[in-house]
């Protein structure tokens, strides 16, 4: 799924949202993504498939 490894592939604020979304740590992970450059950078990295994939599992519309 992934190009290559990055900060964002592993996460820690990521990973408190994958174990709680609604934790306060976690839903901070979701809104920084809206806007975070590297995130963008990270999901642009990957395969088509590997962007659909995380579309849907956080639920991502645009990007």
Do not use: V
């Amino acid at each position: 799924m992934e190009k290559k490894d990055t900060p964002c592939s592993h996460c820690s604020l990521r990973q408190k949202y994958d174990k709680n979304p609604k934790s306060l740590l976690g839903r901070f992970w979701r809104w920084h993504i809206g806007f975070c450059p590297g995130w963008k950078a990270y999901f642009q990295s990957l395969t088509e498939e590997g962007q659909n994939q995380l579309r849907e599992k956080y639920h991502i519309e645009k990007g």
